[in-house]
């Protein structure tokens, strides 16, 4: 029996809120990113010669908290991107949440596996 009245329905309405939220809260930093990034950069001569792959500086969730503050184009994308892929972190810790609500124990350990499985790939393998 589900407590203070978590259901399917309410589990199903809220993680859909999460991923609607994450996704377009994504898109708008990676705009305001990108439109930075134009402002100073958008007249630079562009050399496709070569691939150069992100700085170093941007690999890191230090360097691209530092890169935003700085108001760098480029940090804020990655900002962007970063929350784009913490979206469905969050949902996969909100389902375990929703499922503690309702007091569903396999679904919590099913979905607390998952959640550990995400996290190891996400911080480990770097």
């Given at each position: ?13 809220l993680l859909g809120k999460l991923l609607r ?14 439109v930075i990034y134009l402002v100073r950069h ?85």
């Amino acid at each position: 029996m589900p407590s203070r009245g978590w259901t399917d329905q309410t589990i199903e309405i809220l993680l859909g809120k999460l991923l609607r939220t994450g996704v377009f809260l994504s898109a708008a930093v990676v705009f305001i990113g990108a439109v930075i990034y134009l402002v100073r950069h958008g007249s630079s001569p562009m050399d496709f010669g070569a691939f150069r792959g992100e700085p170093a500086e941007f690999r890191t969730i230090r360097g691209i908290i530092t890169a935003t503050i700085a108001l760098r184009g480029r940090g804020i994308i990655q900002l962007g991107l970063l929350l784009l892929i913490a979206t469905p972190v969050a949902r996969v810790a909100l389902s375990i949440v929703g499922f503690a609500e309702e007091r569903d124990r396999l679904y919590v350990a099913l979905t607390s596996i998952v959640f550990v499985i995400l996290m190891y790939s996400l911080l480990v393998s770097v």
